[in-house]
């Protein structure tokens, strides 16, 4: 199913690519006890947690018609990747681009891909295999990569490390550059009117976040400064794949207050089913995800 709503004058589309069960939500998450996970399974709507306390997540992108430009936003795990160190993830294939083509949209539609940062599951698909090599599946998209981001990971391949991100790196990101596709910039870019990015460091060094605002109504693009919605009914956890734990609380924090001070809606990276809602105080101090029906 592809979900979609509109922002002001904006279209906006979820693409999905793939569901999966991950890690159990006590190791992904610092400060989370048994007995919280216990609770939240009885508030949480089914489908956030497995009944073993493993996290649910999606993997999708965003498309945006902003009448001027098609961007796609954060490009999932992508086809035959290499990503030996998730075993789940490794040389999959998924049905990806005929959900963009569901949404409405071909490769070659595409004018922009923005990569809110530059993690495994957030580029897989700005490149596909073809004749043996790794080549950007967007031709006619500049791809818009913080400047700092790239930088930390480039250095950090070239360091020798070999994880996940630096696979990704390699085959997700390198031939983009080298295809002078991609347009590194710094993390206050405005794209076009309505349309620009807003540092949120902590989960990584270059991590943005997107905003989107027309004809009065706004949004927030997160991408992985939320998970989980254990995050918004625990808001003092920390989530043990940031970068900077503490400085990925911060940001998180500052960004749900946005979303309520603006009357932003939020658009989460990870969020099973409709992705689409707004962020509501809970009188207990935590906040609630409440999807546009």
Known sequence: MVYSVNIGNFQVSHVHEQTREFDLATRFFSGLTLEMVNFAQQILEPGSLTTDNRLILSMHSFAVRTGRFNVLID???????????????????????GVLAKAGLRPEDIDYVMCTHLHWDHVGWN??????????????????????????????????????????????VSPVVRADKALLVENDYELDSGIWLQPCPGHTPGNYVINLQSDGRKALISGDVIHHKLQLLYPEILCNVDDDKEQG?????????QCIDTNAMLLPAHFPGCPFGTIKKENGGGFRFVPIS
């Not at 790239?150 to 696979?167: D, F, I, P």
């Not at 609380?249 to 207050?257: F, I, M």
């Open 127 to 172: 490149t596909q295999l073809v004749n043996g090599s790794w080549v950007p599946t967007f031709p006619n998209a500049k791809y818009i990569i913080s400047r700092m981001e790239y930088e930390h990971w480039r250095q950090v391949a070239e360091s020798g490390v070999v994880n996940n991100n630096t696979l990704a790196f390699e085959d997700s």
């Open 75 to 97: 490009t999932c795990c992508g086809d035959h990747k290499d990503r030996r160190f998730r075993p789940d993830f490794h040389q999959r294939t998924t049905g990806y681009l």
């Open 249 to 257: 609380s911060r940001s998180r924090l500052q960004l749900l207050h």
